[in-house]
């Protein structure tokens, strides 16, 4: 590590389950960001700052005036612009070091998808819509990549993830199953309390580094926010026998 290096990730080597080793660890990584909205915001923004070698942004949307209500890695000067340039634009001036890999064009496919995840060590799920939440897990199940996917709308929100290295690991399926029709509510139509984004977000990037210095991961747990009350429920997702996705053999 370099001399600067040493001191922008100070507070990260000052910690015992972190240290140069893990930095390192952190400075060699590649992440892939599925959405650079609400969730995508504080996601992009925290794995700069610690130091994320590289990450892979994936978007195909603009920047709206509605969009900065929660947001917060785009600016009211970016409205017009693709989500992915303005997201790289305010990680650049957060750290200049991270390598940005841009996607602008839309997955419509599990074969996108599988193209898009398979050089990456890491894949975080910041969509807002079933169906892309279906095919990024079966595109991580397939490649047995690791996989943090977190959710919010009005006051909830969820973060769950995925460890291919472990046999008894539940996927996405597992808990929605890709047969089941799920009605997917969109912050557009049942609107969402801006923070929360950020809390969820946020939790993403904690479980991300935690995965990639330590391979700890949330142990078939998915955690729920009620952002009206305050608190925080465990819900056990054990992996399901016939899941129509992590049951299926890998290529």
Not at 196 to 220: E, F, H, K, P
Request: aromatic residues 6%; negative net charge.
């Amino acid at each position: 590590m370099t001399d600067e290096q040493l001191l922008r990730y100070a507070r990260h080597l000052n910690l015992d389950d972190i240290g140069i080793d893990g930095q390192e660890k952190l400075l060699k990584a590649r992440v892939l960001i599925a959405g650079l909205g609400g969730l995508g915001s504080p996601v992009g923004m925290y794995l700069a700052a610690s130091g994320i070698g590289q990450l892979d942004l994936v978007d195909f949307d603009t920047v709206e005036l509605s969009n900065l209500q929660r947001q917060i890695i785009h600016t009211t000067e970016y409205i017009g612009w693709s989500k992915v340039q303005s997201a790289a634009h305010t990680i650049a001036s957060l750290n200049p070091e991270v390598r940005c890999y841009l996607h602008t064009q839309k997955p419509n496919s599990l074969a996108d998808w599988l193209s898009l995840i398979q050089s990456v060590d890491l894949v975080l799920d910041c969509t807002d819509n079933y169906p892309t939440r279906q095919m990024i897990n079966q595109a991580c199940v397939e490649l047995r990549k690791p996989l943090v996917s977190a959710a919010a709308i009005r006051y909830m929100g969820n973060i769950f993830m995925y460890n291919p290295f472990k046999p008894e690991s539940a996927c996405y399926a597992c808990l929605f199953d890709e047969m089941e029709q799920v009605q997917t509510d969109r912050c557009a139509t049942m609107g969402v309390l801006s923070p929360l984004l950020g809390v969820m977000g946020s939790m993403q990037s904690i479980v991300a580094i935690n995965y990639l210095t330590q391979g700890r991961d949330l142990n078939n747990r998915m955690l729920m926010l009620d952002a009206k009350t305050l608190t925080w429920q465990t819900l056990m997702i054990p992996k399901r026998e016939h899941c129509s996705i992590c049951s299926k053999p890998t290529k």
